[in-house]
């Protein structure tokens, strides 16, 4: 089969197809035939060798797939040959086939194209685990999602919106995403390349804050946000797409009552898979209610993923990109 492969520690450009022997699943995994797959910025992150996770080379990246089975491993049941599936991968997605355990597996909803099936689950779940579990989020408090026409943005958005919070406030880098941040839910979106965040939230909310704060981005742009976070306010810390930490001032968490939380959701398959599991059945209810809708927007086809990978580091990207075959 055809897959993309990662042979040495390498920018987009470096990266090759090749052929390369077709994954066989072996007890509880299904084979799944690769139609879509999405694009995460932790896929440019691994290929270059900066991401927290180095797999042994070569590897194939891609972490999330949508498509056909088209083999069962010994003991899944609940799963028949031929049926639409997505799957989220640990490695393996940008492959004409890939393997993926049972659990991380789930049929198709009648009407989700293979594009938006791609696009679900890790920005869903990881948006759902930081709102809900970690960020403990209450009906009519205010949201802080930065970057949010991004992959993990906007489905933040999209949940807060679902779960009943009160305002929600997005930022972007540039002024072509905020229409898409207003349509996908928030009532306010702001360039925080232009506007100073910080006083906007502050204004919006009487100066009490925002009472959760969800942050992709890191360095200065999670430190500033320390700046407009409500009394027992709780930021979560997602990601780092600026490329550098941010750094949390002891003291100022003790003096305004605020909780900086880490949000690693690839961790809660090791510790508490049953998280992930509820947090499906929560997903599958607001998608069936018309309450998530994935955006998708821009596809290419699986060879040139180079430029999709340089598309979502130029930051112009909005949503999700999905290679398809
Ligand atoms: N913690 C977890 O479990 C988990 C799970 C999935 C993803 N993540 C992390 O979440 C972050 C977002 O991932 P994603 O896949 O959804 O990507 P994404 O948000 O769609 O990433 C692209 C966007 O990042 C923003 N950005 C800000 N500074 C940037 C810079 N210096 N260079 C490039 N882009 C920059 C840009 O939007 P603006 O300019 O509009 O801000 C850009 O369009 C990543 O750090 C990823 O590792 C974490």
């Not at 993926?100 to 594009?115: E, F, H, K, L, V």
């Not at 759902?128 to 802080?144: D, F, H, M, S």
């Not at 679902?162 to 229409?179: C, F, N, Q, V, Y």
């Not at 360039?191 to 804050?209: M, S």
Request: aromatic residues 8%; glycine residues 12%.
């Amino acid at each position: 089969m055809k897959a993309i492969v990662v042979r040495q520690w390498c920018e987009p450009r470096d990266l090759v197809m090749e052929e390369v022997d077709r994954p066989v699943p072996t007890a509880g995994q299904v084979g799944i035939r690769i139609q879509s797959a999405a694009l995460n910025f932790p896929d440019v992150l691994m290929a270059a060798g900066k991401y927290q996770v180095k797999p042994p080379l070569p590897f194939t990246p891609g972490f999330e797939v949508a498509g056909t089975i088209d083999s069962l491993g010994a003991g899944v049941t609940g799963f028949t040959p031929g049926q639409r599936v997505l799957a989220q991968l640990s490695l393996g997605g940008f492959a004409e086939f890939a393997v993926a355990p049972a659990p991380a597996t789930q049929a198709i909803p009648a009407g989700m194209s293979d594009d938006q099936a791609a696009a679900f689950p890790l920005v869903y779940q990881t948006s759902y685990v930081g709102l809900v579990v970690r960020g403990a989020l209450k009906q009519g408090e205010t949201v802080l999602v930065h970057s949010a026409a991004g992959g993990v943005g906007l489905a933040a958005v999209q949940i807060a919106r679902a779960l009943g919070a009160g305002r929600i406030i997005g930022t972007a880098g540039s002024d072509h995403k905020l229409e898409l941040i207003r349509q996908q839910g928030a009532d306010i979106a702001i360039n925080y390349q232009t506007e100073d965040f910080v006083e906007v939230v502050k204004r919006e909310t009487d100066g009490r804050g925002a009472d959760v704060i969800y942050d992709p981005v890191g360095g200065e742009i999670g430190q500033r946000s320390t700046k407009c976070i409500a009394f027992e306010g709780r930021l979560l810390i997602v990601g780092f797409t600026g490329g550098a930490f941010s750094n949390f001032v002891s003291n100022h968490i003790l003096l305004k009552n605020y909780s900086v939380v880490g949000v690693h959701w690839g961790s809660y398959q090791k510790h508490r898979p049953a998280t992930i599991a509820q947090a499906w059945k929560a997903l599958w209810e607001m998608y069936r209610a018309g309450q998530l809708r994935p955006v998708v927007g821009r596809r290419y086809p699986m060879p040139q993923v180079a430029d999709a990978m340089e598309l979502l580091t130029s930051r112009a990207a909005v949503g999700k990109i999905v290679l398809h075959w």
